[in-house]
């Protein structure tokens, strides 16, 4: 577990700043590391790399982005840290990853990643024998948002209207008074509070839930098949053993999002279509990118542990100690 320096020196009594400064220039080894020149750009540790790997992005100072490569065998400690390179340049990033030996590269079976074009591109040069692996996580939420964007509308729409009765109130002199549902909501608030349910089977819903989702499906019937089709898309993934079957499922959807022409599963269905080699993939071992995920959150934990990066060369050198 990284602790923090300022920890360190409050517990043992040492003026916190005093003791970061000969930790970084004396005990830690930072001056004589050997990725040091170069440590703001790129960190490799090719030692680390294994059959299969995550590959994702990860905001390090700043909202700077850098792109982290993963061994998933390390499960997020000791070892997991492959390579680091700033920014999400493939070219940037394949010139660094090509510094590993085409025979180690060449053991890469399987590579995990978002719907990222540029990522495609980066394990199609580096890992010639890998195959590419589209998270499903990132897929669904594709779908997902989908259904926001058509519930955003529905309350914009809805914040407009409540908006114009408000004024027409004023000018007539009288109070105002909105619907209220049995629940006990407006309209806007209808719209506004089913953002999580939305995202969720119905069978985990809660009452409470399952009361307002029966009204906002009712007053807005849009809402309810674009909801369906979210979860006729999740059910392809939990049903599917194969993927043929999931390739089934797959035709099945698009056919039913023609038939409903709703404009925003129209666009997430195209952006399916390119991807849909490597998402099909997913069935073979049913792998994801949540270590890649797991460890951008321990990475953002630790930035936050130590009160942010002030310097980039001496974090990102602290980063490669605990999981390079």
């Known amino acids: 577990m990284p602790v923090s320096l300022a920890s360190i020196a409050v517990s043992a009594c040492l003026p916190v700043k005093e003791f970061e400064k000969q930790y970084k220039d004396q005990l830690s080894g930072f001056h004589q590391w050997e990725q ?42 000791q070892g997991a ?21 085409l025979t180690q590269r060449n053991q890469v079976t399987e590579v995990t990643l978002d719907m990222s ?25 594709l779908v997902s948002e989908a259904v926001q964007e058509i519930r955003n509308q529905l309350r914009r729409a809805a914040l407009k209207e409540e ?3 408000i004024l027409l109130a004023k000018k007539e002199n009288k109070p105002y008074q909105p619907f209220v549902y049995a ?34 499906f009712q007053e807005f019937p849009a809402l309810q098949h674009a909801y369906n089709l979210a979860m ?4 392809g993934y939990e049903r599917s053993q194969t993927k043929a079957a999931a390739k089934l499922c797959l035709d099945q959807w698009y056919a039913k999002v023609d038939e409903e022409n709703i404009e925003p ?57 605990i999981y390079g």
């Open 36 to 77: 040091k020149d170069h440590a703001e750009d790129w960190l490799l540790y090719a030692k680390n790399i294994g059959p299969q790997l995550s590959i994702d992005e990860v905001a390090v100072s700043k909202g700077e982005l850098y792109t982290i490569v993963t061994n998933k065998a390390a499960h997020g400690g």
């Open 81 to 101: 840290l492959v390579a680091i390179v700033a920014g999400t340049k493939a070219s940037a990033v394949i010139a660094v990853l090509t510094q590993i030996p």
């Open 117 to 141: 074009n540029a990522m495609d591109a980066i394990i199609r040069a580096a890992f010639p024998h890998a195959e590419i692996v589209t998270d499903r996580f990132h897929v669904q939420q």
């Open 163 to 165: 908006t114009a009765t």
């Open 183 to 216: 629940n006990g909501d407006t309209k806007k608030q209808l719209l506004s509070r089913s953002f999580y349910l939305l995202f969720k089977s119905s069978n985990y819903w809660t009452e409470r839930q399952q009361a307002r989702a029966q009204i906002l």
């Open 232 to 235: 006729l898309f999740r059910a």
């Open 265 to 321: 599963f129209i666009v997430a269905a195209e952006s399916i279509r390119v991807h849909e080699d490597t998402i099909l993939n997913y069935f073979h071992q049913r792998s994801t990118n949540a270590s890649a995920e797991s460890f951008n959150a321990k990475l953002k934990g630790f930035r936050a542990l130590v009160r942010g990066v002030r310097d980039v060369k001496f974090f990102l050198f602290r980063v490669g100690k």
